[in-house]
C-alpha cells in the first residue's frame, strides 16, 4: 500500500508534484499543498484554525462528498503541523 502524505495545512492529499506547494528557490516543498503555500510562505498566513475548518468544509461540500468523510477531513486539522504548533 502506498504511503500517501497530507498537506501540514489542509489535509489535501500530496501524490502528485503538481499539488506540492513550492519553496522560493523553485523546489517542491513536501509539507503543503500550492493552494496553502508558496514561495517559502503561507498564502493566507493570518488564517486560523477556525477558518481554515470552514474552507475544508465548504470545498469538501462542493466537491459532493459524504458528511462523514467531510467530518473526518475537518477533525484531523488541529494535528497537523501548523495548527499543532498554535494550540501548545
Given amino acids: 500500500m502506498e504511503n500517501i502524505t497530507f ?3 489542509c489535509g489535501m492529499p500530496l501524490n502528485t508534484d503538481e499539488v506540492k506547494g513550492m519553496e522560493q528557490n523553485g523546489v517542491k516543498n513536501n509539507e503543503y499543498c500550492k493552494y ?3 514561495n517559502s510562505t503561507f498564502k493566507n498566513p493570518k488564517m ?3 477558518d481554515m475548518k470552514e474552507t475544508v468544509k465548504n470545498k469538501m461540500e462542493k466537491m459532493k462528498l459524504p458528511n462523514y ?4 477531513a475537518v477533525n484531523v486539522l488541529p494535528a497537523l503541523k501548523r495548527w499543532k504548533t498554535k494550540q501548545q
Avoid: A
Fill in 36 to 38: 496553502c503555500y508558496e
Fill in 69 to 72: 468523510m467531510i467530518q473526518k
Fill in 7 to 9: 498537506c501540514q495545512s
Fill in 48 to 50: 486560523g484554525l477556525e
